[in-house]
């Protein structure tokens, strides 16, 4: 489910002494120590996954920097992030758009000068290759359309993924991942038409996810729910 691993990222100015870490990723000392070669200002985490957060403790023993999460149960050192928060870090600017929806707690982060169109780390929000899951109950379907809508905006960003390879124009890919979801929805209500309404969540995730790896049949389960209970939400 994390295709090659969980990416971090060193932001900071080609003229900064120092660095901003992005999701400094499991508690592998040969990983943190290589984060730490040189100053890190801060330790930015983009939601509570452990995939991304069990180094993080160790990353700021390793360098005094703080760290800041949307969920206060990860940060040390420092206030949570609050969306639209702009973070002046590393002779850089980091602004915090809150993309809840893969989990409650999902934060982007738009780099706004960071190129000629900018770029955003999308944490599991928008992988480099597939789609991510929504890890129902805490990530609901509702929300990451919300957040997809709220990314689309930022135009042809370069797209700095948690997982998987950096990918072009942060809208196109958001329109695809909308596509995506839709016809995914398209799916469930045609499963639900035929295996009935009582129909359970892993009896359609068999039909809608029938050619699934099954490494990824919980996150398969887990969307599923969340689509269920988004199409409940409608008029």
Do not use: K
């Not at 994390?2 to 100015?13: C, F, K, M, Q, V």
């Not at 000629?116 to 929300?143: E, K, N, Q, Y």
């Not at 009935?196 to 729910?225: F, K």
């Amino acid at each position: 489910m994390s295709l090659e691993g969980t990416n971090s990222y060193l932001i900071g100015a080609e003229d900064s002494a120092g660095a901003v870490v992005v999701d400094p990723g499991p508690l592998d000392e040969q990983h943190l120590q290589a984060l730490a070669a040189g100053p890190v200002e801060l330790i930015l985490i983009t939601h509570r996954h452990a995939d991304h957060t069990a180094g993080a403790a160790r990353l700021h023993e390793l360098t005094g920097a703080p760290v800041r999460a949307a969920d206060p149960e990860h940060c040390i050192g420092d206030r949570p992030l609050q969306d639209g928060e702009v973070l002046s870090a590393a002779g850089t600017e980091i602004r915090v758009v809150a993309t809840p929806g893969h989990t409650s707690d999902s934060v982007c982060f738009h780099l706004p000068f960071d190129g000629p169109a900018g770029s955003v780390l999308t944490g599991d929000t928008i992988l480099g290759r597939g789609t991510t899951m929504l890890d129902h109950p805490d990530g609901r379907l509702g929300d990451y359309l919300a957040s997809l809508d709220r990314l689309e905006p930022l135009g042809p960003a370069t797209v700095l993924p948690a997982h998987g390879p950096v990918l072009p124009a942060l809208d196109a890919v958001v329109r695809a991942y909308r596509a995506h979801r839709l016809e995914r929805l398209s799916q469930v209500r045609s499963a639900i038409a035929g295996l009935g309404p009582d129909a359970e969540v892993r009896q359609i995730a068999d039909v809608v996810y029938a050619d699934a790896d099954p490494s990824v049949r919980r996150a398969a389960e887990s969307s599923v729910a969340a689509q269920l209970e988004y199409l409940r939400t409608l008029p």
